[in-house]
């Protein structure tokens, strides 16, 4: 079982930037596709962005493409999400996760995720 904790949340107002950080320990970070979800209240768990476990790809969702940037630091077992152009609706909890399995270019779903950090609290401001 990899643990997984966040960093880096806060409140910005909008047009602003954060970079949240996800420390991994336990099993090899660097086997593992890394993701990024965030959940506002009263709303499903949204994926954002993955990474592939070598870090040679990545993909985000349609609403944060172009302003959030995933990577990864394998020698720092380390994934990142750079958050540019930050909007209020862009205010939520943000979570990463390792993928389920080995050597996968990752998943987009919840249920591809087997590990998943305790979550960081983004705000927005308009």
């Known amino acids: 079982q990899v643990q997984l904790v966040e960093s880096g949340g806060g409140l910005v107002q909008a047009g602003g930037s954060l970079r949240l950080s996800c420390a991994a320990s336990g099993r090899t970070f660097s086997s593992y596709a890394m993701g990024w979800f965030r959940q506002a209240p009263g709303k499903e768990r949204e994926f954002l962005a993955v990474i592939s476990w070598g870090g040679g790809s990545t993909y985000y969702a349609d609403s944060v493409k172009g302003r959030f940037t995933i990577s990864r630091d394998n020698a720092k077992n380390t994934v990142y999400l750079q958050m540019n152009s930050l909007k209020p609706e862009d205010t939520a909890v943000y979570y990463c996760?390792?993928?389920?399995?080995?050597?996968?270019?990752?998943?987009?779903?919840?249920?591809?995720?087997?590990?998943w950090g305790q979550g960081t609290q983004v705000t927005v401001s308009s």
């Open positions: 996760a390792a993928d389920r399995h080995v050597y996968q270019s990752g998943g987009r779903n919840v249920d591809d995720f087997g590990s």
